[in-house]
């Protein structure tokens, strides 16, 4: 019986140190990705279903996404609204988490692996030019707002979709990608708070 355990275990532990490999090397490629422009522009189609609403709300929009300084998300759509995520502040959006999800988003956007890891187990998946990446919270403050949350894309993020505790969820798509080019001097002066 124990000769059968020990192949039966080594075999385990073979395949479980392949399966760490190869999320470790789908999560660089993933990073290698989200990295490759430091400056990237998009149109968004958001929607936001809750439990309490009998239709979703769907908002329309645009963002900036700059590596070094961080995300400009701009609604247009049914009202507009500008709000900006940057590494040193969080924008106090709503008593309800937002602001979290708003930390979790620009993470996300922005390729930043190492606060994703620190708040999530992730599982990554890359298949020729598209990958995808569902993210599960650790235990501690992020998995008292989210619960899970799944992108994709190939080049770019296409699509986010959040799923909160309390089962309200958001769906983002991601259109018309433009890599690269310089701030204008407005969302330079966004960035940096003035």
């Known amino acids: 019986m ?16 392949i399966n760490v490999k190869a999320n470790a090397d789908a999560m660089t490629d993933i990073r290698a990705r989200l990295q490759a422009h430091d400056l990237v522009r998009a149109d968004f189609v958001q929607t936001r279903t809750m439990k309490d609403l ?17 995300v400009i998300w701009q609604t247009e759509q049914p009202f507009r609204a500008t709000y900006v995520l940057r590494d ?18 620009r993470a996300v956007l922005k390729g930043d692996a190492k606060a994703l890891e620190e708040w999530f187990e992730a599982e990554p998946r890359v298949s020729g030019g598209r990958w995808s990446l569902a993210l599960s919270p650790r235990q501690g403050p992020m998995a008292f707002f989210v619960k899970s949350v799944q992108l994709s894309g190939g ?31 407005e969302e330079r002066r966004l960035l940096a708070g003035e």
């Open 2 to 17: 124990e000769r059968l355990i020990r192949p039966s275990l080594l075999v385990l532990f073979l395949f479980c140190n």
């Open 155 to 185: 080049e770019f993020v296409d699509s986010v979709r959040i799923v909160e505790e309390t089962g309200d969820a958001t769906h983002m798509q991601f259109r018309n990608h433009h890599g690269g080019g310089a701030l204008s001097d």
């Open 54 to 70: 009998e239709r979703p709300l769907v908002s329309r929009g645009r963002l900036v996404v700059w590596g070094p300084g961080g």
């Open 88 to 105: 040193d502040s969080t924008i106090e959006i709503a008593a309800d988490g937002a602001a979290r999800i708003g930390r979790v988003l």
